[in-house]
């Protein structure tokens, strides 16, 4: 049972536009939402992490949305480089992140000049 | 302060074979986890091992095992290598406490 679900599966964006993913849980004992950025060859990378008490939260040119009620979160990337081509997961835990993390399918994002 | 290791970088077995991969966690980490990548896929969780004790299995057989050392570093262990067994193995470890998970760069296994 696929718990997070994550759409699209690739996205093309021009430089200096906004790259927007969204992602979709089931669990409502959910309570901890990271963003993970993965570069080929490399393992993924925290980026961006929102817990349910907050609707929105942004580190530099990353935001997250969080909907509680619709059981769905964004990530919304401002300004996107090509240095932001790479992979996004979105996950979720139970326990504020001390428990198991459940990945998306992940997004392939380019940014074109 | 040095982040996690994993060893090696790449391994190719054979069907039945057993392997064993390492992990070496973030400096002061208690807790480690275990992911397994399968190309064009999210992470799947293994298991977690806090303070050397096993902490919670994903959906993974028996073959899978691992160990946490007083040092916590970590081992995943897989016996009778299967094909679909091919992936990326990530490590991953944390202080607990609602801190969050830093990754290693994986072991890419690759079963002939």
């Known amino acids: 049972q696929q718990q997070v679900k994550q759409s699209p599966q690739s996205l093309i964006v021009q430089k200096g536009g906004i790259s927007i993913i969204n992602c979709a849980y089931e669990?409502?004992?959910?309570?901890?939402f990271p963003w993970y950025q993965q570069f080929p060859g490399k393992g993924p990378a925290l980026l961006i992490a929102?817990?349910?008490?907050?609707s929105e939260k942004k580190e530099g040119r990353f935001t997250i949305s969080f909907n509680k009620s619709a059981k769905q979160f964004s990530l919304h990337i401002m300004d996107s480089q090509p240095g932001d081509s790479a992979t996004y997961f979105c996950?979720?835990?139970?326990?504020?992140?001390?428990?198991?993390?459940?990945f998306g399918t992940g997004t392939r994002l380019t940014i074109i000049p | 302060e040095t982040g996690v290791t994993q060893s090696p970088t790449h391994l190719i077995k054979t069907r039945g074979q057993q392997v064993t991969l390492r992990c070496s966690s973030q400096?002061?980490?208690?807790?480690v986890s275990w992911y397994q990548q399968a190309l064009g896929q999210g992470p799947q969780f293994i298991f977690q091992?806090?303070?050397?004790?096993e902490n919670g299995r994903g959906n993974f057989p028996p073959r899978f095992s691992g160990l946490q050392f007083p040092n916590y570093s970590s081992e995943l262990n897989v016996n009778a290598l299967e094909l679909d067994d091919s992936a990326l193995y990530l490590c991953?470890?944390?202080w607990g406490g609602g801190q969050p998970q830093h990754f290693g760069d994986g072991t890419r296994l690759s079963i002939l």
């Open positions: 991953a470890s944390s």
């Open positions: 669990n409502t004992a959910f309570d901890y």
């Open positions: 929102i817990r349910p008490d907050v």
């Open positions: 996950a979720a835990s139970k326990d504020f992140g001390n428990e198991k993390l459940t």
């Open positions: 400096s002061g980490h208690n807790t």
């Open positions: 091992y806090y303070r050397e004790e």
